[in-house]
């Protein structure tokens, strides 16, 4: 073993302090070896009810502790806040940074040697994976997985990706309230994530291509019972990992961060990896700016047929061979011989990977589409910078001059994008302000705001829309995210009016509003920063220390990492 244990400064004392801190464990029925000298894996676990796509968790978790007995540990699972994307409100983005506080300190004041992240759910991932960064022991990270191919009146039907089509169907007349019922169950058939590349699978492939996952795991579905072989087996390997010494920070290097841009790119991923990831280098301080992942990323070729961006789901994208055909493909253009946890190279892991389905999976010779990764914007719109997703918006919406239709905040769009006389087509620039990360506050996901009914009526498919928020990894369309600054801090969104024309032109990477100078420094002079949205608890400190977008959304007194030592006992 070499190095001594973190967990005997807790319990390898034979004076009081080490009486205590067995002693009321034992209530737990824990025999005599089980401290002595054992590595304590802690399981970090986001089971809740409240988070559906967690909800299976529990049971996975049992898998985990039998392998870290097999290896010669001791398994202590231990819950943390978890985030249900689909229930919280006003965003669950507003809790990433708090749960990253609850994962971190709980690792840090507890007797643990490593840990098993359970994920799933969208912010369930980067959330205890920011917080486990803070620390730096050995840590492993257990996707849930995807849930089962849903399937409504014989056709298949993808959580998420569904949701933005509801209102146009709702408009057609055809759609009635049992269909709307029976479609809910159908589009969640099973226990698990969802079921397109929307975020968290995204989120789970980020962290496989960043190495901190066995071979394979983000792909196979939560039902599957190839699930809890992998948790098992990740169970033991968190015990190996500590026997090896091999912490997050020997794994996440910067390369492992540019593999996952480039990953993230090849499969479709959300435009939420870009925050995510982000604010979790600056947890492990590995240096990641906005413009990498235009840099890295918008040159890769998509190289899975998944919803948002194709047209099949992840147990499509399992059966086919999943992410590990990727990574295979993918070969040359990332850095294959990065360490993971299973300690073994990237490249290693993946050499002999087969693809079964061509339809699902393409060749780097022949990919679905040239260039898939997202684009970062410049311009007076967005001087710290802007993202948009090329492969999900409308090509022929890509270079575009339109005039203005702005709402100040969720509420006016709500209030105003069906009204009649709107004066709006389908040339015109949707503006929406006031949902950036101090703005809504949290940056939810509303970038991509349905089109007003009666241009829906019309069959119009796609408007550009810009916004400070954020969109869901399962929607689509010529959407702007994550405009910093925000329009609430005082970015010049702020000061758009309507009428003002905006020009898009991704192709050059540039977003600009074309008001002169010197009217804007008179709008500027004229703008007044709205009330603070709270005057206490946790959202008044994330008011107070959110960062923008372009640096990851992270309180600015989380980045950065305190290690594990905690000075003093508890006496
Ligand atoms: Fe939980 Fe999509 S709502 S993963």
Known sequence: MGKKLRSESWFGSQDKMGFVHRSWLRNQGYPNDAFEGRPVIGICNTWSELTPCNGHLRELAEFVKKGVLEAGGVPLEFPVMSLGETIMRPTTMLFRNLVSMDVEESIRANPLDGVVLMTGCDKTTPSTLMGACSVDLPTIVVPGGPMLNGRYRGSEIGSGSFNWIIKEKQNSGRFTGED??????????????????????????????????????????????????MAQLAGRRAVDMVRENLVLSSVLTREAFENAIVVNAAVGGSTNQVIHLLAIAGRIGV??????????????????????????????????????????????????????????????????????????????????????????????????????????????????RGRAVVFENMEDYHARIDLPELDIDEYCVIVLKGVGPKGYPGMPEVGNVDLPKKLLNREVKDMVRISDGRMSGTAYGTVVLHISPESTVGGTLALVQDGDMIELDVENRRLHLDVSDAELQRRRAAWQAPEPLAARGYVKIYLDHVEQADKGADLDILVGNSGSTVSRDLH
Not at 204 to 223: D, H, Q, W, Y
Not at 313 to 331: H, I, N, S
Not at 368 to 395: D, H, M, S, W, Y
Request: a negative charge.
């Open 180 to 229: 709307l019922t029976e479609m809910e169950i159908c589009a969640a058939r099973s226990i698990g994530h969802c079921n397109t590349m929307g975020t968290a699978s995204t989120m789970a492939a980020m962290v496989e291509a960043l190495g901190l996952t066995l071979p394979g795991a983000s792909s196979i579905p939560a039902a599957d019972s190839r699930k809890k072989v």
């Open 287 to 400: 240096p990641l700016e906005l413009d990498d992942f235009d840099r890295i990323g918008s040159k890769i070729p998509l190289l899975v047929n998944l919803l948002p961006s194709g047209k099949f789901l992840m147990e499509d994208f399992f059966y086919a061979g999943g992410l590990p055909v990727v990574l295979r493909e993918l070969g040359p253009l990332l850095h294959e011989n990065i360490i993971t946890v299973n300690g073994s190279t990237i490249g290693a892991n993946n050499a002999t990977a087969e693809c079964f389905n061509p339809e699902v999976i393409a060749p780097l010779s022949k990919p679905f589409q040239p260039e898939a990764g997202i684009a970062v914007l410049r311009g007076n719109l967005c001087e710290n910078g802007a993202v948009i997703k090329p492969a999900a918006a409308t090509p022929a919406l890509m270079k575009h």
